[in-house]
């Protein structure tokens, strides 16, 4: 069955930097896009960035452009998300997702890792 | 592309049936789907293409719209169902709505 991991999230302080990483199984990984989405305490839900399949299409959400770096090791199948620069505002909850193939909605989502910016 | 939900929150009984519309601020032909998310879990997909049912998915909910006004249709609510539910859309980029929180009454 398909199951996405995530992992390395915690406290930080204000300027600091983080790498999440999402493990990947029960699915041909390499075969499908992968999304990172945030949801701030008591918020809705943010997109944060996009990437293809091979990685040769990235996108970003304004708020994290130049800040926050997604990539991905396919024969390790998995998914990550360097963010440097951390404010306060980057506090959440992240999850990674698996865009359907060749439908791009979030089909499967991870439980999600707490990310804390405070000093 | 802003995506505004409406309403915010809304309270109905069961066996209701719940509306909860989603607006564009430009057009994004039928790239929409529609989200549940219960308290401390991950959201699920429920309705893709403004209108195609997700696998597994209860025949209840249901989808609607094209280019800037989308509407999600539970046509008879059930306990199950109390829940916040988001749209996306994937016109340009992707976006979220702010979300509409369903209680049962």
């Known amino acids: 069955q398909v199951q996405l991991v995530e992992s390395g999230g915690g406290l930080v302080k204000p300027g600091g930097s983080l790498r999440l990483s999402c493990a990947a199984s029960?699915?041909?990984?390499?075969?499908?896009?992968m999304s990172w989405i945030r949801q701030a305490p008591g918020k809705g839900l943010e997109w944060v960035s996009y990437?293809?399949?091979?990685?040769?299409?990235?996108y970003y959400a304004d708020s994290v452009k130049g800040r926050f770096t997604v990539s991905r090791d396919n024969a390790k199948n998995s998914l990550y998300l360097q963010m440097n620069s951390l404010r306060a505002e980057d506090t959440a909850v992240y999850y990674c997702?698996?865009?359907?193939?060749?439908?791009?909605?979030?089909?499967?989502w991870g439980q999600g890792t707490l990310v804390t910016v405070s000093s | 592309i802003q995506l505004t939900q409406s309403p915010s929150s809304l309270s109905a009984s069961v066996g209701d049936r719940v509306t909860i519309t989603c607006r564009a601020s430009?057009?994004?032909?039928?790239?929409i789907g529609w989200y549940q998310q219960k308290p401390g879990k991950a959201p699920k997909l429920l309705i893709y293409?403004?209108?195609t049912l997700q696998s597994g998915v209860p025949s209840r909910f249901s989808g609607s719209g094209s280019g800037t006004d989308f509407t999600l249709t539970i046509s008879s609510l059930q306990p199950e169902d109390s829940a916040t539910y988001h749209c996306?859309?994937?016109?340009?980029?992707?976006?979220f709505g702010q979300g509409t929180k369903v209680e049962i009454k």
């Open positions: 997702a698996r865009e359907g193939y060749q439908t791009y909605y979030l089909d499967y």
């Open positions: 029960g699915f041909t990984f390499s075969d499908y896009y």
């Open positions: 990437i293809s399949n091979s990685g040769g299409t990235i």
């Open positions: 430009q057009g994004i032909s039928n790239f």
């Open positions: 293409a403004a209108s």
């Open positions: 996306q859309q994937l016109n340009s980029y992707r976006t």
